[in-house]
């Protein structure tokens, strides 16, 4: 099965849920409006992931950095992802 892995720098608590551009050349910077309680940032980041890849929520794994902002994630099921450089907000 076709696979993507992300490296994502997670900003939690945010106005807005949505692609930030990128991070230090090597992340993608996603905000998410949930805070990081009981992971919730994390299943908001999956869920964002989900709707952005078109892929059922169980296609996505943070497979490194659940307590951290910095994460890998792989997205399962789809064979390309690429956020928009310039996101609009």
């Given at each position: 099965?076709?696979?993507?892995?992300?490296?994502?720098?997670?900003?939690?608590?945010?106005?807005?849920?949505?692609?930030?551009?990128?991070?230090?050349?090597?992340?993608?910077?996603?905000?998410?409006?949930?805070?990081?309680i009981?992971?919730?940032?994390?299943?908001?980041?999956?869920?964002?992931?989900?709707?952005?890849?078109?892929?059922?929520?169980?296609?996505?794994?943070?497979?490194?950095?659940?307590?951290?902002?910095?994460?890998?994630?792989?997205?399962?099921?789809?064979e390309?992802?690429?956020?928009?450089?310039?996101?609009?907000?």
């Amino acid at each position: 099965m076709p696979k993507v892995i992300l490296q994502i720098r997670l900003t939690p608590g945010a106005k807005h849920t949505g692609w930030q551009g990128l991070w230090n050349g090597t992340h993608w910077k996603v905000t998410v409006h949930e805070r990081a309680i009981d992971n919730k940032a994390n299943q908001a980041l999956i869920e964002f992931l989900a709707k952005e890849a078109c892929v059922p929520k169980q296609n996505i794994t943070i497979t490194h950095g659940l307590t951290n902002r910095q994460k890998t994630v792989e997205i399962t099921g789809i064979e390309k992802l690429e956020p928009p450089l310039n996101p609009s907000k």
